[in-house]
């Protein structure tokens, strides 16, 4: 057989190509759409190329964005990998001293950043000690470009850009991007796509059982570009020739809604967050070509899923992934034999993560043992993962070593079941799990059940400890708008619902969880705050 | 990014751990069906694969097998390479001395033959020089199992060999499995499949613009296991986990309209023959779950693909490639801006071989000069492809030089067009195209006008030498059964369908086109045939 290498110049031939007639549509800062295809994406991305040759970046630099989700951002992510250097998309919301400490370690030559962005981005810009330029992108609403002999603009580098007619990688192993997971305990983590994982997982999500991304679809990542590649949507579209919807800045519910419904989207992609927000927009609109509400990131409760089925006629589609993942690791189709059960049943197995996709291999391990457990659904282990596009390590970080088993197996983090069909269902995460008298109780379980309230918005339970039972989960929970709750409704909700013990003494009102840069809870704040007050005290707090 | 291998043990592995339940039906030649599952065959392929260790096949022996399609030959597909070794499949419908040829060249150490092929197989048993032994499967008829030292009942030889329990390729690029071409001049030549092909090609018939194979499916591949892996489809049903009807030694029309039925096949495949048989049977037939009728292995006749738009309400789907392209490498999906064309046009669509899948790509150069010719839809050049499932090569042959480009292209031997969308239309073989004149006419083309005449069954177009325009065609009819033709209604019916000096002087009417051992129209027996003959008389024969 031909020794072709798989790498994104392939997939950007192919669009460049095939598909030069599909629609790019950006969203500025200002609410435009600004709409554009694949012919003129690719050959405004030759000269971005050519701008890269231009600017000196090193044949294998790193170059950063501080963007949106845009087409400019899009012919980034194949001007720098098509010529051999490397994307890296710096994340908006990680901590200033974050951003500041990722530029660096990856030694970001160049940073292009949305004009929009730049009160972000700009008063970092003397720590960064690598980045010789910055070219910002206007996005159609920000300051002033400041005057600084770094400073270029997008536009007016490309207008001088010689365009590169040429796009070869010969080896499909060399890196292509890189992405810093938003761990909440000490520095990011650096993790560096190849080319040949990149292609695969573009191919992975047109697959019939995963995503099934078709050149019929119209895409909307709500999902960031600088998160996970857009769940790696941003190249799978491009080799699909879906067309693709770049929201911008605004990602508020209304915004999102009026997309969905306004540009016929087929396939829309966000966190739980997201999709709890917009659902209320979508009432009375009508979404014929909907076929996929994608969901992840963290768990979807099981009653937005079914809030969407009985609303639009459509559940969520719950895929499970990290950054360290590209982030596609399953996707929770339902199997044929399984099609015809009662709703109920169909819910619950929604609820899950689903099977793992083609050319990934999951396992349960016993925690610290690393022995593998029976796929039965109630053994609980470690969740582990390998495959040509999982991590291997972490970019010049000596934290890599505790992330991988002896045999080279990515430790997700995730406690699971997986029972005998495959459908892999999470518990918790292993840092997340609450023991309680030598047993475990799954704080997203919990989660889960009491966002099933009617009058409650959202639910987070943390362990805190106790004299008695060593730990006992704490529920913080925000009540919908206009609701009244308490600790007693929530209690006398969960009792039936589940075991006895699970039930916690403690129940918090609170206004918002907090979330992380990603939009997932941050169970670290919530025991911050709660774990130095004095144990079995409630205290309800009604809403306005 | 792990290194992790692309293999076929992975998809076993994944078929073992997921598919257990799902279903391989295979009819024996007493038109039994017997029914078993993905456990139950994953679990035998691991004791054939002990079977190879206790014949002593060496560590990459080539492990032949000559049969129909069958559960027990899917065993075989993944128990030799899984344990390092070579599945050679082959082909039955090769002439006596090809067969010997090719087991030679191989250096098959083992040959597995059904029990039904004994009659076939068993005569050139002893001039097969690297074959140690004959296993024979017993499919349900056939002659006595001979009394020869070589020989072992299939059975027998899985019931004392041991389990082996573990799969595993470090080298995603070692061989996995050979297939030798049906040349019409000639020895076979031999086609080498990697693991990495044969695993990346599997994937590309389950994206949603291909086949779309999905675990929901019901495949039924009535194209043989011998070749070219049954398009591909025995591995791909492995991976998604779709139930696999095996039709066995019946490929009767009768029999396989039965079969798709009773069986609730949502996918069917085989070439322009078969479906052309296949049709009438369907009258009257439901065929609810039915969703895509694939067809390839030689041009499909717009009119066949219309008499199933119109009779089943399901177009056919034609699909191009070759023993050399593993064999996908485009697929006639409409695009979507296309979809809602007239009927009419979309049959011209259908009519073309489609655009090229993921990862393959394509060019067509004048002849000869191995310049590139433009996407316009009207300049003709030869067709040739490169890609990760694409011969670099044939397997210790000489012949590998002239069949392909210098960079390393494979020329098809394929004449075609492509036009601005992608779309492939195949206009002729570079050695069946007629020069006349000058001009190039089509063989291709004209057939498929005459075989839209509504009492032709067949038609086949070769060019013969003329003193005048160096070649003119020659058109060889068979009219369908009852029907009255002759050579001015053919001629009449062209008039105004293709250019005037297209239309053949000689049409002659035979009762059957010769095909070659995949079912292809045998052109060069129809030269053999027809060129010694002196041009420009023509003969009319009436059909009974």
Redesign the interface.
Known sequence: ????P?TLC?VF??AE??W??KEIVTVTKNGARERTTYGDWAERTRRVAGALDELGVSADGRVGTFAWNSARHLELYFAAPCTGRVLHTLNIRLFPEQVVYVANHAEDEVVFVDRSLLPLFWPLVDELKTVRHVIVMDDGDGPEIPDDPRVLDYEELLARSARVDRFHVADE?SAAAMCYTSGTTGNPKGV???H??M?LHA??T????TF?????DVVLPVVPQFHANAWGLAHAVV??GASIIMPGPDLSAPAIAKLMVEENVTVAAGVPTIWMGVLPELEGKELPHLRHVLCGGSAVPRALSEAYRKQIGLPILQAWGMTET?PIGSVA?I???H?DLPEEDLAALRATVG??S??V?VRIVEPGADTELP?DGKAQGELQV???????GYYRDERSAGSFSED?W?RTGDVATID???YIRLVDRTKDVIKSGGEWISSVELENEIMGHPDVAEAAVIGVPDARWGERPLACVVAKDGATLDADAIRGYLDGRVAKWWIPERVEMIDEVPKTSVGKFSKKDLRERFTGEATGATKAVETA
Chains 1, 2 share one sequence.
Do not use: C, F, K
């Not at 390998?386 to 291997?392: C, L």
């Open positions: 057989m031909q020794d072709y798989l392939h031939h192919r190509r095939l030069r007639d192993n560096v796509y190849s040949r994982s292609t191919m992975a047109m697959l019939s059982d099934g991304l078709s050149e019929r080799m699909t590209s189709t199997r044929s034999s099609a099977i793992t083609p050319l291999d796929w390998a495959g040509p596009w999982i991590a291997a080279g990515l005998e069909h495959g």
